[in-house]
């Protein structure tokens, strides 16, 4: 094989399983059942070997896709979200009776757009991995086509992101009206090579890309969308797309800022500490006043956002390797509790079973499942000895470290503030007796098996965090 | 440069404006066809022909844009028989 091809493996991988998937269901016989998730493991497993294969190589492909260990290690991530998400995905399928192939298809389709913007180094790349990801991610919003909270989610969802990849592109336009390029590193060196005090047009090339970056992270001014994705989703495809979107774009976010508008910075850094500060507080604020668990998490997620900022503003060493381990901690533990839900969903009745008082005497009921939602709640809200609290941690010392101890006393105070609408659920899981009785599922294997890894992995991260950041500071030591 | 300016100042005020979802599509249609002008006029003024490629990737990304899109309006309506925004209330904060 040629070299030159070597860095696409574990995406090629992932989009052959999706093909595959696609295929496997057009030849279906109507009634017969098909193994088609095992199928997306199959290829998540092949995309595991060859990033691993790659570690150490830093192989490029045509200078647009580099594998590099900061690629490979938000692929890697990315990796543990797809395998977590199709395990949980199958009640929920079972459930909504929705259609397996397509479903499982768009979820690969959407992983390999991710792997491919965690790793592309040139803006047309991510610009085509961010459509690909996001067109997925649109469908399979709106996968239950006949729920009118879906498809108005599903809407909602779409026309916002595709405003928003309209000024990224325009942003892109004007970075390569500017420097006659896309790659970022030409970018980055003829930026710097520019006068130093910023023209018109570098402003308003770096305004437009951090607002099209903003909508897919969702920060705080551009957050309207998220509430509303994520309650009409089926919750696998929620967990799904908080964690994975939210991973793929914060990596190019971090690879556009960091190398190519790294000699920017001193514009930049007041715009991204204002949208940080206000994400942080506004996810936090609003979410106390929910009662959906789903739009509850929602906020809980832009919240998180907020934290990652943090870290982008920082821009620090520390900062940079501790953003890997937030992205790790925060996928692990945001699809454990949306696994959760997904379960909880998992009900005859009518009603989605997704309100805080819904989860009244789970405790009675189903002593396991309350005890893996109190571990992912906690690690939600940073409580050691779980991932989310060495990972809050060393977000917040490493702005300190570079001198933004307000940013730091934001961020300590809304976390203070969310562990109290996280205890809410906990509190209602354990202390409050259910009014109705038996209304919990039976839990499938592997569903419930993948909600235990995801526990374990999370506890495996708070007690011993450092051999897993010491690879985080590896990988980002390698491009920054 | 103008022109693409005045396109996409059209095309975003069309989306913050009209009620209607396909006139919003459309609106967002607009955008991305200014960026592409954007493209064009700034590979002409470069002597470059990155811009001209990138346009064409534009083009192919907004025909995938439109097919998704026009699938998830047509869900929706089929839901709701409406095409107005101010009717998207099912879920609120």
Redesign the interface.
């Known amino acids: 094989m040629p070299s030159s091809l070597n860095a696409i493996v574990p995406m090629a991988c992932v989009t052959a399983a999706a093909i595959a998937a696609m295929v496997a269901e057009a030849f279906r016989e109507p009634g017969e059942r098909m193994p088609i998730g095992p199928l997306g493991i199959i290829g998540l497993a092949g995309a595991a070997i060859a990033s691993i294969a790659l570690w150490h190589h830093n192989a490029t492909s045509f200078g647009v896709v580099a594998a590099d260990k900061f690629g490979l290690f938000v692929t890697g991530i990315l990796i543990i979200i797809g395998v977590l998400s199709l395990a949980i995905s199958a009640p929920a399928i079972e459930r909504e009776r929705l259609p397996q192939g397509e479903y499982y298809a768009l979820m690969l389709f959407a992983l390999a757009g991710m792997m491919l913007m965690a790793t592309a180094t040139d803006l047309?790349v991510i610009?085509?991995a961010l459509?690909v990801l996001s067109?997925a991610v649109?469908?399979l919003t709106?996968i239950r086509?006949?729920?009118?909270?879906a498809?108005?989610?599903?809407?909602?969802y779409?026309?916002l992101g595709?405003?928003s990849?309209?000024?990224f592109?325009?942003g892109?336009?004007?970075t390569?009206?500017l420097t006659?390029?896309?790659r970022l590193d030409r970018v980055g060196s003829l930026i710097a090579a520019q006068a130093m005090a910023p023209t018109p047009m570098q402003l308003i090339a770096v305004g437009l890309l951090i607002v099209g970056f903003a909508f897919k992270v969702s920060a705080v001014p551009f957050h309207m969308w998220t509430?509303?994705a994520y309650?009409?989703a089926s919750p696998a495809v929620t967990g799904f797309m908080s964690t994975g979107v939210k991973a793929a774009a914060f990596a190019a976010f971090f690879r556009v800022f960091l190398t190519a508008f790294d000699p920017l910075h001193a514009v930049w850094w007041e715009v991204v500490w204002v949208m940080a500060a206000a994400t942080m507080i506004v996810g936090t604020v609003?979410g106390v006043?929910?009662t959906s668990v789903k739009?509850m998490l929602a906020y809980s997620s832009i919240a998180h956002g907020g934290y990652l900022l943090v870290a982008l503003v920082s821009a620090n060493d520390a900062a940079k390797g501790a953003v890997l381990f937030y992205l790790l901690a925060y996928a692990v533990t945001n699809i454990g509790a949306f696994g959760v839900i997904t379960l909880m969903e998992n009900t005859s009745g009518d009603r989605p079973n997704d309100q805080i008082r819904d989860f009244a005497g789970l405790w009675n009921e189903h002593p396991a499942l309350a005890a893996l939602m109190t571990i992912f709640l906690l690690s939600l809200g940073g409580f050691p000895p779980t991932a989310g609290f060495i990972a809050k941690w060393y977000v917040f010392t490493a702005a300190v470290n570079a001198g933004y101890y307000w940013l730091a006393i934001i961020g300590v105070l809304t976390s203070v503030i969310s562990v109290f609408f996280y205890l809410r659920i906990v509190v209602m899981m354990y202390m409050t007796p259910s009014d109705t009785p038996a209304r919990f599922p039976l839990v499938p294997r592997i569903a419930g098996a993948a909600l235990v890894v995801s526990a374990v992995i999370i506890v495996y991260l708070g007690v011993l965090p450092a051999r897993v950041l010491d690879w985080a500071v590896a990988s980002i030591s390698s491009i920054f | 440069m103008l022109l693409s300016a005045a396109l996409f100042i059209i095309g975003v005020i069309g989306v913050m404006v009209r009620r209607n979802i396909i006139i919003i599509f459309m609106s967002i249609e607009l955008i991305l066809n200014a960026v592409n002008i954007n493209l064009v006029a700034f590979s002409a003024q470069l002597q470059n022909n990155v811009g001209q490629v990138f346009a064409i990737f534009v083009v192919a990304v907004a025909a995938a844009e439109a097919a998704v899109g026009l699938g998830i309006i047509l869900a929706f309506y089929r839901n709701k028989e409406t095409v107005n925004i101010d009717e998207m209330n099912l879920m609120k904060w």
């Open positions: 047309l610009f085509l459509e067109l649109y469908v709106g086509r006949d729920s009118p909270v498809t108005e989610a599903a809407f909602k779409f026309l595709a405003f990849s309209a000024f592109l325009y892109i336009a004007f390569y009206g006659g390029s896309t509430p509303d309650e009409g609003v006043a929910q739009r």
